[in-house]
């Protein structure tokens, strides 16, 4: 069923981003071969053996053309978007001018479409586009190559620290509506920036297919978020694929709230003593279905890699979390620290964890640590026995395992936004949120 | 080699100091294992008839059981044959009724170990069961204890004075057919110790006993028992030596350990057998069958452990946790150096509500030894909301040695929570250099680091125990930080 | 202070250092630049004591004595500190104990008695906060998941409390953001008076715009290849190391 969108998007083919470019077409043929070939990944690819997309090849998605963007709802729009910001707003995958804000961003900074900075920017895209992503891997990176409509181009320059944290809002208006965006951040050497990617939608059945590269070149710093809260029947890939030079520093930051089934990818390769971090918070109701997969590569020595990922399901809902660490034999003093922990709040909810290290070289400190289990009953007794109810004493308990994840945000409308949302999903009787 | 790897060297590898041989004489059976010798053993014991018929079963078992296969351990085949089963000082014909009937030679073997039997000298608080090979020589404040109505004596001893009480008990935790080495130990075992603590009280001072191999060719095959009654509680410390010889010899002991409603039992080992020579020449094989029974509801069972001895050391302390509510707890440091192999670690089996578990393990190899963790946290249905926390830690000295880890879980019970955590790293000569740069040496730094590896379990041991334990890692106690 | 002349060292058989000539006055702060491989971290290393070098050929002069011919904790004892690019952790070692037991080896070497526990907590605890860190840093083991900003911080805590009087900075910089490298360089500047002398070996010319230096070298193939003012840095930054290489030869 791979050829459904083979066809749809031969249609579109003139409207997505660079369609005059060379070198770009021959990338998207590759892709596109090697999607028709493998197709969306199946429950027999190792690394997506939790995760059924099989959907994507049942109902047909379609992708839109700038022409045929849906209706937005301009304040619920502006809700989403963070105050003290730069914003990039994309509809259902096309960049909206009118609904962004980048006016006055310093010289030294490019933010713009991924279609304008093909216009602007040919060979700095060239040497970055497509430079970050393994085509040869089962996933969702060929299609997207293949066929991406738009998405964000940003540029910092070495030893440049962009101001504001750049909001990109990615916003889906339609039901049955496919987005497929490709994305390059990349940062000169020394220089500094926080992104957050932030994806939403309306209530309805939909599909959105994100991938961002990332260069993070010498002793630069990226901080990058990403905030999941599409509707909960859509169905949600996105990826984040990282470079990471000497002495540079990565921080992911990934709350996933929304959709019915929804995977990240982050994956990021780390040069000698550079240093990432990455940090997750997944909450699952219903039938949701949310998979993270992180896959950390210490190529050369002395690099450092943190990792916390923690779920909260409910209901029916099914969490998973993936972890690789692979140190390469020549990463020597690689300092590796990995940990996912799960609260289950019914008997019908699921957590598949699964850490994986693949250690070649001999000197290196690798730690690892995960946990399933519901809720402490001594911890609940001990609120009781203060005179707190047990309704009030669990949640304040699952609040508290969600908050170390929350606290982790350091940049206060974010803060804001993401503690709101984790409070909506969850029973929050007897939390005042005044307190927090 | 470097001067620094020279300075780890010095500190794990300081020589066996406990090494000399006692000149006494003895009384040894020829070498041989049948059903005589054992018929003698009892005899000579003077036990009851039940005994015999239990050593006699425990044979009879063993005889059809094949040696285990070693999963990670490199083992000389052993000649069952070739080892002589009893070997006591002669003068144990008559049992010495007080320390002044006891032979001075032997007073001073355990005086040269820093163990002295004489109360006087003792600090207050620990009475202490010596056993020297096959039998106890002296038993030290039996009196005091007695008055609290504990009773610590040779489990020869209790055997006469209270055999409805070791028959009640005796192979309820451990059978006879449980696996080789306990068969082999309820045929043959010769002494240990044998503890009750009555309802409602609190053993008034540490227990402990100290076990010395002296003679050649001889096996040593003790049977400990404590049973700690509803809501006692009792601190249990085990100590052991042997001379430096050039064969393996075989220690197969048994522990078994009974904990009643709201009893607590506390039991903390410190293991230097005579590790072989640094090319692996001799040595004592170890290999120990320990088991607790949490039976009673809020019961709690400790197991402490410092292995540094011993060529091959085989134990498994674990916990039964049956009773509700009941805990297991297992904190380890095995130290193996040269070709030393050891394979140690716990099973904590949840069978009881709300029970819980802690297992921290740290393993520190260094020369061209092999250090194994093997553990196994079982989760039974019945055990609702059970609880374990596991840490093992594995730190490696040079680049000859090997550190494995193989944690088993297996959980059949859905509300239960199991944490694993485990780490390896590596006495590094940067972490060595960057202490000097502070300006401490490097044999400091050496004993900093590995007391730090350690303290989470050293800090479980009894006070003085921390101290032997530490002394033995070639530490100061200067280098307890805090 | 301290005075290199004709250092030549190797590592096995390979000459890294090939004759560096270097004189560091009391109160002067010198910075090293130079390309990957120029041997600025075995300069670094050879002056602390660390093993696995060779001096073939060279003297170094420290405070009027022979350098090299202490061990490296006497170095360290007679003030000569290495903030390590790559700091290492010590589980079970908290950060309190070690920098106790450092700051006792050196009193003691000092022929002065222990320092009490309690002026001694609150001597750390002043120097912490100076340097923006959490004082729950103090008890957790030496850089034990520390990130590569706190373990850098780390390394000039120990610095302040030590107060050493030679300080060798290597690739302090290396890994910090912003921020962090602001408060880093507070730390370094309030430690800076006439009778301390540093070393700061770095690769990106950002150490220099916050803390200024009175020399700026380039090492480069083992040797010392050019010397200036702080305006040096700029231009290297800005035409690359190609320039000092080329002008060399």
């Known amino acids: 069923m791979t050829t459904q969108y083979s066809e749809a998007y031969a249609k579109l083919e003139n409207s997505l981003a660079g369609s005059s470019l060379s070198w770009l077409s021959e990338l998207r043929t590759q892709a596109k071969e090697q999607f028709l070939e493998r197709g969306f990944p199946r429950l027999s690819d190792e690394e997506w053996r939790y995760s059924n997309v099989s959907v994507l090849d049942k109902k047909a998605f379609s992708p839109v053309s700038d022409s045929e963007l849906g209706h937005i709802d301009i304040a619920d729009l502006d809700s989403y978007k963070l105050a003290d910001c730069w914003t990039l707003v994309l509809v259902d995958g096309h960049y909206s001018a009118s609904l962004s804000d980048l006016d006055g961003i310093a010289d030294a900074v490019i933010v713009s479409s991924m279609v304008d900075a093909l216009k602007n920017h040919p060979e700095k895209v060239k040497s970055y586009l497509g430079q970050a992503v393994d085509l040869k891997e089962a996933g969702f990176k060929a299609f997207n190559q293949a066929w991406f409509s738009d998405g964000v181009f940003v540029s910092v320059a070495a030893n440049t620290v962009l101001d504001k944290p750049l909001q990109v809002l990615h916003v889906v208006t339609s039901a049955e509506v496919l987005a497929n965006t490709h994305h390059v951040i990349a940062l000169g050497t020394g220089a500094e920036a926080t992104v957050i990617e932030t994806f939403i939608g309306c209530a309805e059945r939909y599909a959105t297919v994100s991938v961002t590269e990332v260069f993070v070149e010498k002793n630069a710093g990226l901080s990058l978020y990403k905030t999941q809260l599409e509707s909960d029947k859509a169905v949600h890939l996105g990826g984040v694929y990282v470079k990471q030079a000497r002495d540079s520093r990565f921080k992911h930051t990934n709350f996933a709230f929304g959709s019915l089934l929804a995977r990240t990818d982050v994956h990021t390769d780390l040069s000698q003593a550079s240093e990432c971090d990455l940090n997750g918070l997944y909450l699952g109701v219903k039938r949701q279905h949310i998979d993270n997969h992180t896959r950390i590569t210490h190529v050369e020595p002395y690099a450092i890699s943190k990792e916390l990922y923690k779920g909260v399901l409910n209901d029916k809902a099914r969490g998973v979390f993936q972890g690789r660490v692979i140190v390469a034999e020549q990463a020597q003093k690689t300092d590796s620290d990995m940990h996912n922990h799960n609260l289950l709040l019914s008997d019908n909810a699921e957590a598949d964890t699964k850490p994986q290290l693949e250690i070649y070289a001999d000197d290196v400190k690798c730690a690892h640590g995960i946990t399933v289990g519901q809720l402490d009953d001594k911890s609940i007794f001990a609120l009781q026995s203060r005179g707190i109810d047990e309704e009030t004493a669990r949640n304040m308990l699952t609040f508290a395992f969600a908050n170390e994840m929350v606290n982790k945000i350091k940049f206060k409308p974010l803060h804001e936004q993401i503690l709101t949302q984790v409070l909506e999903r969850f029973p929050q009787a007897g939390i005042d949120k005044a307190w927090l | ?482 | 202070m301290i005075s290199i002349k004709n250092l030549h060292v190797s590592v096995g058989d390979k000459p890294i250092l090939k004759g560096v000539n270097l004189e560091i006055p009391a109160g002067e702060v010198h910075a090293i630049m130079g390309p990957n491989g120029a041997g600025k971290s075995t300069l670094s290393h050879v002056l602390s004591g660390k093993e696995g070098y060779t001096v073939t050929e060279g003297s170094v002069t420290y405070k009027g004595q022979d350098l090299l011919a202490l061990e490296p904790e006497m170095r360290a004892r007679e003030g000569v500190f290495l903030a390590f690019q790559y700091p290492v952790e010590i589980p079970g070692v908290s950060n309190i104990y070690l920098l106790k037991a450092a700051l006792n080896a050196m009193r003691k070497h000092h022929g002065k008695d222990e320092v009490d526990a309690l002026d001694f907590l609150t001597m750390v605890k002043g120097k912490i906060k100076a340097l923006e860190m959490d004082e729950k840093f103090l008890y957790r083991a030496v850089n034990e998941g520390f990130s590569g900003g706190e373990k850098k911080r780390n390394e000039i805590l120990q610095a302040a409390i030590l107060e050493p009087s030679f300080c060798i900075l290597d690739e302090t910089d290396s890994g910090l953001d912003i921020d962090a490298l602001k408060v880093v360089s507070k730390g370094v500047n309030a430690l800076r008076d006439e009778a301390r002398s540093f070393l700061m070996i770095t690769h990106y010319q950002r150490l220099l715009d916050y803390i200024t230096p009175d020399v700026v070298h380039v090492l480069a193939d083992g040797k010392i290849v050019k010397s200036g003012g702080p305006e040096l840095a700029l231009e290297l930054e800005a035409k690359g190391y190609h320039w000092v290489e080329e002008q060399v030869a």
């Open chain 2, 1 to 482: 080699m470097s001067s620094s790897a020279e300075e780890i060297e010095k500190v794990i590898g300081q020589k066996y100091k406990e090494g000399f041989v006692t000149e006494i004489e003895v009384e040894t059976f020829e070498p041989g294992l049948n059903e005589d010798i054992i018929a003698r053993l009892s005899a000579i014991k003077g036990e009851p008839e039940f005994m015999l018929q239990y050593r006699l079963q425990a044979f009879r078992h063993w005889q059809t059981l094949e040696e285990p296969d070693w999963a990670q351990l490199n083992i000389d085949p052993i000649d069952y044959q070739a080892i002589s089963y009893y070997s006591a000082p002669k003068k144990d014909s008559e049992k010495p009724q007080s320390l002044d009937e006891v032979d001075p030679e032997l007073l001073d073997t355990y005086k040269k170990l820093g163990i002295p039997l004489d109360e006087q000298e003792r600090l207050a608080g620990v009475a202490v069961d010596a056993v020297f090979d096959s039998v106890s020589v002296a038993t030290t404040f039996k009196g005091k204890l007695k008055d609290a109505g504990v009773i610590f004596c040779p489990i020869s001893e209790a055997l006469q004075e209270y055999p409805e009480l070791v028959k009640q008990y005796l192979g309820t935790v451990v059978s006879e057919k449980d696996n080789f080495f306990a068969s082999l130990n309820a045929a043959v075992f010769t002494d240990g110790s044998f503890v009750y603590i009555p309802k409602g009280v609190r053993c008034p001072m540490e227990l402990s006993t100290y076990f010395r191999i002296n003679a050649a060719n001889t096996g040593q095959f003790e049977r400990t028992l404590i049973i700690a009654d509803d809501d006692s509680h009792v601190s249990y410390l085990e100590g052991c030596t042997a001379p430096m010889r050039d064969e393996n010899q075989l220690h197969a002991a048994v522990v078994e350990l009974v904990a009643m409603n709201n009893a607590e039992i506390k039991y903390s080992t410190v293991q230097n057998w005579y590790p072989g020579d640094e090319n692996g020449v001799g040595g004592i094989y170890n290999f120990v069958t320990k088991r607790a029974e949490c039976r009673g509801d809020n019961s709690k069972v400790s197991w402490t452990q410092v292995e540094t001895g011993s060529a091959i050391t085989w134990k498994y302390p674990s916990c039964v946790l049956l009773g509700d509510n009941s805990v297991g707890e297992f904190y380890s440091v095995a130290v193996t150096n040269n070709y030393q192999q050891a394979d140690t670690g716990t099973k904590m089996i949840h069978i009881g509500k709300n029970t819980s578990s802690t297992i921290i393990s740290k393993g520190i190899s260094a020369g061209k030894s092999q250090n194994t963790y093997r553990g196994l946290v079982k989760v039974a249905k019945s055990a609702e909301n059970a609880r374990n926390y596991t840490q093992c830690d594995s730190l490696l000295v040079g680049d000859t040695c090997g550190a494995h880890t193989f944690p088993y879980v297996e959980v059949k019970q859905p509300s239960a929570q199991v944490e694993h955590e485990a780490t390896t790293s590596k006495i590094s000569e940067d972490q060595l250099f960057f202490c000097q740069q502070r300006g401490i040496s490097a044999e400091d730094a050496v004993s900093m680091i590995v007391n730090g590896f350690c303290k989470s379990v050293f800090k479980e041991l009894p006070m003085e125990f921390a101290v032997e334990a530490q002394a033995l890692l070639g530490l100061s106690l200067e280098g307890s930080v805090g």
